[in-house]
T-cell receptor, first 110, second 117 residues
């Protein structure tokens, strides 16, 4: 069964460093998303992406965040200068109808 | 704005019993979708079941069913014959109008379900 994959599964970085989280959505899906979940809290929407542009973004998705679909398969989330409060699980999702989530990348900023 | 409310932070049930996880929602959209996801301790989000606002019948997927009461704006998840492997966090989520393309999901706070042997 097709699935969304994410790499790495766990990323540790120092405050101020740039990180890139990678996702491979399900191949025939058209819409792509990033969500985050701070430990013990609910899942929060960051951004949606369709037809090579951002469809919607939340107030969390400020100028330090960017997304890109550099080729036909990958979908990336870049955090330019990480802060301690960026520590969270980051989920990629893709959809044609129902959204299917990847396994997540646990980002730890020290 | 859309809002999902899950009022049960934790639920404890005996194995093989049925369990109902509550979810109420608020939206001004006429067309919307409701989802349930399971998050085990390993952290991944597993899609369980979907209900469209215009679906006349309650959704079912194996041991999962969604008790959709539109007038009450509730979308409770029912798990029949619970198993130890059902112990996890469960999130209710909503998507807005289906005609607007990419649609974010709005999640509730979640309910931690523990199945006791």
């Amino acid at each position: 069964e097709p699935e969304v994959t994410q790499t790495p599964s766990h990323q540790v970085t120092q405050m101020g460093q740039e990180v890139i989280l990678r996702c491979v959505p399900i191949s025939n899906h058209l819409y792509f998303y990033w969500y985050r979940q701070i430990l013990g809290q609910k899942v929060e929407f960051l951004v949606s992406f369709y037809n090579n542009e951002i469809s919607e973004k939340s107030e969390i998705f400020d100028d330090q965040f960017s997304v890109e679909r550099p080729d036909g398969s990958n979908f990336t989330l870049k955090i330019r200068s990480t802060k301690l409060e960026d520590s969270a699980m980051y989920f990629c999702a893709s959809s044609r109808g129902e959204q299917y989530f990847g396994p997540g990348t646990r980002l730890t900023v020290t | 704005a859309q809002k999902i409310t899950q009022t049960q932070p934790g639920m404890f049930v005996q194995e093989k019993e049925a369990v109902t996880l509550d979810c109420t929602y608020d939206t001004s959209d006429q067309s919307y979708g409701l989802f349930w996801y399971k998050q085990p301790s390993s952290g991944e989000m597993i899609f369980l079941i979907y209900q469209g606002s215009y679906d006349e019948q309650n959704a079912t997927e194996g041991r999962y069913s969604l008790n959709f009461q539109k007038a009450r704006k509730s979308a409770n998840l029912v798990i029949s014959a619970s198993q130890l492997g059902d112990s996890a966090m469960y999130f209710c989520a909503m998507r807005g109008s289906l005609i607007q393309g990419a649609q974010k999901l709005v999640f509730g706070q979640g309910t931690r379900l523990t199945i006791n042997p």
